[in-house]
């Protein structure tokens, strides 16, 4: 049998932390309505949709969509996003995943940053020296076998191992 007063304060939760705010309408450009209709919607569109979204996203070549086509465009160029090895580094930071690829003479480092503070990470010193970036995100590479990653960003680099070990002349 229910209780009645488990039964409201579960419905009074609901509604404080109901899912509608997941739900906004997609802001698809600067519009009065974001894009999403001419229509008054049920839900508010954000306040913010005049500088967040997608129209902005997509001109700009910095924006989220962009970024997708680039890590898209590495992993359909680049063989070793498919058939390298893989190696989970800084498994026990919650903040941070990052990983190594590697096949035939290459490696790759993918690292990202999800929490609000930048990080530094510090690579194994044998992964030191050569390294390009590929795809970064605000991220920056400093001293060696050190790379900073600003808040909820991140960043590819690539290693070809034969240039390393190429004889000195």
Do not use: C
Request: proline residues 6%; aromatic residues 10%.
């Amino acid at each position: 049998r229910r209780n009645e007063d488990s039964v409201a304060a579960f419905l009074a939760t609901a509604n404080t932390n109901g899912r509608d705010t997941a739900r906004t309408p997609v802001q698809w450009t600067g519009d009065p309505l974001a894009g999403f209709s001419d229509a008054a919607t049920w839900i508010d569109v954000n306040p913010n949709h005049i500088d967040v979204d997608v129209a902005a996203d997509r001109s700009t070549p910095e924006g989220v969509f962009a970024f997708y086509q680039r890590l898209i465009d590495l992993r359909k160029t680049m063989p070793i996003f498919t058939h390298g090895s893989f190696e989970l580094l800084f498994p026990n930071d919650p903040n941070i995943f990052a990983y190594l690829r590697r096949w035939n003479d290459q490696t790759v480092l993918v690292a990202g940053n999800f929490s609000d503070e930048t990080v530094a990470l510090t690579v194994p010193d044998a992964l030191n020296g050569g390294w390009q970036a590929l795809l970064m995100a605000e991220a920056f590479v400093g001293a060696a076998g050190q790379a900073g990653l600003p808040a909820y960003m991140g960043a590819v680099w690539n290693r070809q191992t034969s240039e390393l070990l190429a004889p000195v002349e």
